[in-house]
């Protein structure tokens, strides 16, 4: 078994991972959505124990991708139950610790693209004269809910013998890394790099204060600065743009392989991150210019047209794309993101939407006004009730 599962978390991720051979598959959570999606997790989670008759449900892994609320508000509500048919036997969550531990940036240079030093370690002193360490940016009294909670529960946090605690990231320097949890999940860790847990740091206190992305709307303009502006038929543009969330930069990208399946988990990461990953991935698994085989790719950002490029199209072979929203705060998915992926994939793709609404109807009730526009015919899928989230069975 490996499925897939999109519960409805509104406009956030909230993503179950099940794997293994029937009746003994294991489980990962990846994000929670906003705070009234603890109860829709908890119920499903609770749900799969009583069809296991156990007295506790084991999590082999928890990841929140990053700190916006429609991905960690919904596992903070989680954790705060102290659920105790609930056992975690490990959280990725690069927190308040983790990045007050990184090194500092040598140089404006390096901020914004490299690696000083050690990797998890200190700075090199053959680099030029620092700029603001990761601490001194946080500052004292800032601080996040979910690194307090992590802490005061003494919950096992980053604690596999890869990170020791200690920020989970891919350098240039080193191969991408490469988590096997029990059961054969096979997880290759895409992102963040450094500089992006660095920008991160800079733009802490926006973040905290909600003042990171766009807003929702804005005088004048679209209903979404990270790409917004869609009307339909969706018609093909040729401008890109890229997002520019620090917290967004930081989500933690994942390949989850089980069995010769495999899924992309893209968190909310920029496209240029994402493609330079695949490529580096391509290379060390020898495919030179051929196609990294997918079956799944979770878009990032909820289909965010600014999270998705030609690039990324370009290095994958993948006929399934989950899109995680209900069309609410920001209105996603984009038009282009799904047309770039009709343009781009050579294969007839299949969307799979967590969520029946108005942002998303139109790809299975006007169908007809992108194909005849040249773009190649696609496949769609819904709930089959409101409220149930989408299921892929691999």
Not at 50 to 60: D, F, K, S, V, Y
Not at 242 to 262: C, F, K, Q, V, Y
Not at 323 to 349: F, M, V, W, Y
Request: proline share 7%.
């Amino acid at each position: 078994m490996f499925r897939l599962e999109m519960l409805p978390a509104r406009c956030g991720d909230c993503l179950l991972l099940e794997y293994g051979p029937p009746g003994a598959s294991r489980l990962v959570v990846i994000d929670g959505g906003l705070g009234e999606t603890a109860a829709v997790l908890w119920n499903r989670l609770e749900g799969l124990r009583h069809e296991r008759g156990a007295e506790t449900l084991e999590i082999e892994l928890l990841v929140v991708t990053h700190i916006d609320n429609d991905h960690i508000v919904g596992i903070i509500e989680l954790l705060k139950a102290a659920h105790p048919t609930l056992m975690i036997h490990d959280i990725w969550f690069n927190g308040r610790p983790q990045l007050m531990g990184l090194p500092a940036a040598s140089s404006p240079a390096q901020g914004g693209g490299g690696l000083p030093g050690d990797l998890l370690g200190g700075a090199d002193a053959r680099a030029p004269a620092a700029l603001p360490t990761p601490a001194d940016l946080l500052g004292p009294r800032q601080g996040d809910a979910l690194s307090g909670l992590l802490a005061a529960r003494k919950l096992p946090w980053n604690a596999h013998p890869l990170w020791q605690g200690r920020a989970i990231m891919v350098s240039e320097q080193a191969a991408l890394p490469v988590v096997t949890l029990g059961g054969g999940l096979r997880l290759t860790v895409l992102g963040p790099t450094f500089p992006r847990l660095y920008k991160l740091c800079q733009s802490w206190l926006d973040v905290l204060g909600g003042s990171d992305e766009a807003p929702a709307t804005n005088a004048g303009g679209p209903a979404d600065l990270l790409g917004r502006g869609d009307v339909w038929p969706p018609s093909w543009q040729d401008a890109v743009s890229g997002d520019t969330s620090a917290a967004n930069g930081s989500s933690i990208m994942l390949l989850a392989e089980h069995a010769g399946r495999s899924i992309l988990l893209a968190g909310d990461g920029y496209a240029p991150d994402l493609a330079r990953a695949l490529e580096r991935l391509r290379q060390a698994r020898g495919l030179g210019e051929a196609r990294l085989p997918l079956d799944a790719f979770k878009l990032a950002h909820h289909g965010s047209a600014n999270n998705l490029d030609a690039a990324v199209l370009g290095k994958i072979d993948c006929s399934r794309y989950l899109i995680s929203t209900d069309g609410s705060t920001h209105k996603h998915p984009d038009n282009q993101a799904l047309l770039r992926i009709l343009r781009h994939t050579p294969r007839r793709p299949e969307f799979l939407f967590n969520y029946d609404a108005a942002t998303t109807a139109p790809w299975r009730d006007g169908k007809a006004d992108v194909v005849e526009q040249g773009f190649q015919n696609y496949a769609t899928r819904f709930p089959a009730q409101p409220g149930e989230g989408v299921r892929l069975e691999l």
